[in-house]
């Protein structure tokens, strides 16, 4: 019930896009986004419950699609700050909608380059 | 604001000693979890607290792991007759039990078993 991931990893140039995919095969409650740079803890993004929200930080953003239990994290204009592994960390709705245990994908690493 | 603490952040250990982690939560957050991470993975969970109580534990969790949160405060992570397979980040994370479940992470213990 691990989460996959997609891509595993993505080079970009300063300025570009890059969108990154969590897919799940069973129902989920929630999705969070975290971000962690080498030999540091993972860094909170944003959490997306069921519901197809869409939410935004900055120029990163994500959405969840609860028909394909699949979220997306969107990240514009990249920044040299950007750079590290992204995780998504899933909560499933037969969890009782509790948030407490979550499950992450591989992670994506993301480098931007200048 | 005092995030999360986690002491020793380095352990180097030989097989068959035991270890011990301290996590110490953000001071208001009921809910302490307890993940470990190996290269390229992203966060397993392992155990989660809520105040005193423990509340799941994963089935990876083999019998010579234990832990405890004996006043509802800061956690320790027990190891016993350790093995190379042990080797590994040992993360702590701690949230609200109200709310969305926002997971804060500590630096982590880098445990390292010869």
């Known amino acids: 019930q691990q989460p996959v991931q997609s891509p595993q990893a993505v080079i970009l140039r300063e300025g570009e896009d890059a969108v990154i995919n969590c897919s799940s095969s069973k129902a989920l409650y929630s999705v969070h986004w975290y971000r962690q740079k080498h030999g540091e803890a993972p860094v909170f993004l944003m959490i997306?419950?069921?519901?197809?929200e869409q939410k935004g930080h900055e120029k990163i953003s994500a959405s969840f699609n609860e028909k394909k239990q699949q979220s997306s994290l969107y990240l514009t204009a990249s920044q040299l700050s950007y750079s590290g592994t992204y995780f998504c960390g899933t909560a499933l709705s037969d969890s009782g909608g509790s948030n407490y245990k979550l499950t992450f994908g591989k992670g994506t690493l993301l480098t931007v380059n200048p | 604001d005092t995030g999360v603490s986690q002491d020793p952040r380095h352990k180097i250990t030989k097989r068959g000693q035991n270890v011990t982690f301290r996590c110490d939560p953000i001071s208001e957050h009921n809910r302490l979890y307890w993940y470990r991470q190996t290269l390229g993975q992203g966060p397993e969970f392992l155990t989660y607290f809520q105040n005193e109580a423990q509340l799941e534990k994963s089935r990876l969790l083999s019998d010579r792991f234990s832990a405890e949160r004996p006043k509802g405060s800061f956690s320790t992570l027990e190891i016993q007759r350790t093995e190379q397979g042990d080797s590994a980040m040992y993360l702590c994370?701690?949230?609200?039990?109200?709310?969305?479940?926002?997971?804060?992470f500590g630096p982590g213990t880098r445990l390292t078993v010869l």
């Open positions: 994370a701690s949230s609200l039990s109200s709310g969305l479940g926002k997971q804060f």
């Open positions: 997306l419950l069921k519901g197809g």
